[in-house]
């Protein structure tokens, strides 16, 4: 219950920008402790769908689908927007993320918010780690957090599938329209496809 607690301030905090109407179901839900298993509840009714990608406990079942467990409130629920705008396109995601009320939307933050990220068991390069670490380290902290762990609007890359974080910086770096207008194209626009899979594989390791 406390770590529920938790999620339930982060989210109002981050989405307090982000929707008034959203905002005003975090509210009316922390101030209610069965409308908050409700929530959850119908949170998981939803993901039963969305388990055959994502996995039931947010843990994806293929390396090119991203987790969703342990991913930030704020993140979770403004990628349905933007799939929903077509600013972000995915051929399933596109499709789906229209069909989803507010509601679901809500429910679906608090559910994957309080899922837990597992360990990926592949053995790594050494020397790919460092130089990930490196990068990383020297870029990137400073939005993503210091252990990837991500803030607000920003991402938790932390424990990624190494395939999907590859994925997703060649289409930042190649200014793929799918991700159109990521403040990520121009951070990674001069990288190398070794650079960008020594930081795949440091941040698939890495916990938040
Ligand atoms: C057929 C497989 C499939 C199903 C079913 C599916 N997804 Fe996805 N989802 C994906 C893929 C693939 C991506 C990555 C898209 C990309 O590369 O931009 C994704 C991306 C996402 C993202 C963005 C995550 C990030 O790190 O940026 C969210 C949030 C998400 N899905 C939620 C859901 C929810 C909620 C459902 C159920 C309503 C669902 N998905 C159903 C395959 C699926
Ligand atoms: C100026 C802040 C900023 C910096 C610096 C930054 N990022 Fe990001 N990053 C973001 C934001 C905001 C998003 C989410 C919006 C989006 O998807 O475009 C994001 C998204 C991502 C994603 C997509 C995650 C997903 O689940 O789909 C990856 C991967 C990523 N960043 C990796 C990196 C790496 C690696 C570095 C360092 C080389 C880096 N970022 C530096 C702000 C930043």
Known sequence: MRVLALVFF???ISLAQASDEAMQRFTRLSADPVLRE???AAGQERMLFCGNCHGENGNSKRPYIPNLAEQNPLYLFSAFEKFASGERKDFVMSKL???LTLDDRVNIAIYYGQQKL???GEPVDAALLQQGEVT???ICTGCHGVNAEGRDNTPRLAGQPAEYLGKALRRFRDKDPSRAGSVMMSIVADFSDAQISS???YLQQLRP
């Open 97 to 99: 993320a229209p069909n």
């Open 199 to 201: 930081l795949a594989v």
């Open 118 to 120: 597992l360990a990926h």
């Open 38 to 40: 409700q929530a959850y």
């Open 136 to 138: 990383f380290k020297t």
């Open 10 to 12: 982060s989210c109002m």
